[in-house]
C-alpha cells in the first residue's frame, strides 16, 4: 500500500475526524463525547502550535488514517522522562471501517515510522499508548518499538516504548 501525507485542515477535515474519533473503535483517542466544534477547536489549537502538528494519511488521495507529531520535549511527555535530540512523539489513528483490509494498520504505522525518519534529524519516535491498547502494542513491536516502562500521564497510565531508525529499518526489512 501506498500512502502520502498532508496536513490536516481543521475546518475542511474537522467532520470527517469527528466520525473517525468518536467512533467506539477509537476509545483509545479519548474523545468519545466530542462534539464537532471541540474537534474543530483541539485541531485548531494543533495546527497553531509549532509543537504539535496532524497529517492525513492518503490512500489514492484520498483520507485513510490520521497522524499527529510532536515534540516531546515541550508536548505530552513534558516531564515524564529525559529526551535526547531527535527524539519526536507520535500517534495514529485509523477509522472505523465494515471492510477491513488485512494488513492495513501495519501499512499505516510502517508509513507513518517512514515518513518521521524522512526527516534526518528524526533519530527516535517515541510513543505512550494507554497500557491496556494491546493491538497497538503489538504494531509498535512489529515496528521496531521497544517498551521502556509504564508512566503516569494525566489522562491515562501509558507504555512509554521508543523505536530508533535503526530497529525500525531491522524490523520492517524483515517483514517487508
Not at 37 to 50: F, I, N, P
Not at 78 to 87: H, I, K
Request: glycine share 4%; charged share 25%.
Amino acid at each position: 500500500m501506498t500512502f502520502t501525507f498532508r496536513p490536516l485542515d481543521p475546518l475542511k477535515d474537522a467532520e470527517l475526524l469527528h466520525t473517525w474519533v468518536t467512533h467506539p473503535k477509537a476509545a483509545f483517542w479519548m474523545m468519545q463525547g466530542a462534539r464537532l466544534e471541540d474537534v474543530e477547536r483541539a485541531y485548531m489549537e494543533m495546527a497553531a502550535d509549532e509543537h504539535h502538528h496532524a497529517l492525513l494519511g492518503l490512500q489514492d488521495g484520498e483520507p485513510a488514517f490520521l497522524m499527529e507529531k510532536y515534540d516531546p520535549v515541550h508536548r505530552e511527555l513534558v516531564g515524564l522522562y529525559t529526551p535526547r535530540p531527535g527524539d519526536i512523539g507520535m500517534h495514529f489513528l485509523t477509522p472505523p471501517t465494515d471492510r477491513p483490509v488485512r494488513g492495513f494498520t501495519r501499512s499505516v504505522i510502517t508509513a507513518v515510522m517512514a515518513h518521521l525518519f524522512e526527516d534526518p534529524a528524526t533519530l527516535r519516535v517515541v510513543v505512550e499508548p494507554d497500557v491496556h491498547n494491546t493491538a497497538v502494542h503489538a504494531l509498535n513491536a512489529a515496528v521496531g518499538f521497544v517498551p521502556e516502562r509504564e508512566i503516569d500521564k494525566p489522562e491515562k497510565r501509558a507504555l512509554l516504548s521508543f523505536c530508533t531508525r535503526e530497529r525500525f529499518l531491522a524490523a520492517t526489512a524483515v517483514t517487508a
